[in-house]
């Protein structure tokens, strides 16, 4: 018995000591040098910007000609902003009513559809290079437009050892007012583990389009700080169920790992 307990205790620390083998600072690393990418060097500071030349002197009519400018400047984008705010709101009423037991045979989401799951959830094996791979874990869970989603994924190393993992928490805006189409605005953060903990806001459009019965494209673009992510997947399968494969790649302006994956998706 004490044996077991003891073998029992060995397997938990290990896995406690797992991230830290993530943790190795070979330079040479690509998982380490994309690590260090996204953040910017120590005690680098923007420049100052100059400061600005004088103003020409105006005529009380040149002021008053710049105020109305201005004015209408402000009164535009404000305008704008109303628009896009409308158009969500009615996009997030239209995908609630898609819900309902009253909505039209014709735009009613069915059990089992990828569109504005309840409950989703996604795994792929991501190929980088050949001594690079990733596994990746994510669950979406809502009710109509509103959602949250949850994502672990992980880099491996198999010549060093070493690892990166990107956990990433988003508040999901879903709008899908047919069954043929969902798009989605996605606030949250991005944290990358590997030496460090690098915490980064986050912004996502995803988006889905079904182009055939069983057959549906997916791309979601996500920028964290100055790291952008962009993966496009195509899902074939049918009800509650797909099959996938696509292509995801992070990038920074110095560093990138990207690759081909393939997995699968339950969603309910």
Do not use: C
Not at 99 to 121: C, K
Not at 132 to 140: G, H, L, P, Q, T
Not at 203 to 221: H, T
């Amino acid at each position: 018995m004490w044996h077991r307990l003891a073998a029992s205790a060995i397997f938990f620390l290990a896995l406690g000591a797992a991230p830290g083998a993530f943790g190795q600072d070979d330079p040479n690393d690509p998982l380490r040098k994309f690590e260090k990418s996204v953040k910017a060097p120590p005690g680098q500071q923007p420049a100052a910007a100059p400061a600005p030349a004088p103003a020409p002197r105006q005529t009380d009519n040149g002021y008053r000609h710049d105020q109305q400018s201005g004015d209408l400047g402000d009164e535009l984008v404000g305008d704008i902003a109303n628009v896009i705010l409308d158009a969500a709101g009615q996009m997030g009423a239209l995908t609630f009513q898609r819900l309902t037991s009253e909505a039209d045979d014709s735009v009613r989401r069915e059990p089992g559809d990828i569109l504005i799951p309840f409950v989703r959830y996604d795994f792929f094996r991501q190929s980088v290079n050949a001594s690079i791979y990733a596994n990746d874990n994510r669950i979406e869970a809502g009710f109509g437009p509103i959602a949250v989603l949850l994502e672990e994924y992980i880099f491996h190393n198999r010549a060093t050892g070493s690892g990166l993992t990107i956990d990433r928490q988003m508040f999901l805006y879903r709008m899908s007012p047919s069954k043929d189409f969902e798009f989605d605005l996605g606030l949250g953060q991005t944290t990358l583990a590997g030496v460090e903990r690098t915490p980064l806001g986050s912004f996502s459009i995803p988006a889905k389009l079904r182009v055939a019965e069983g057959v549906v494209v997916e791309f979601i673009p996500t920028w964290s700080g100055i790291m952008s992510d962009y993966e496009a997947a195509l899902h074939w399968g049918m009800q509650y169920g797909s099959l996938k494969v696509g292509y995801r790649y992070l990038s920074t302006p110095t560093a990138n790992l990207k690759g081909p994956y393939a997995g699968f998706a339950l969603y309910f």
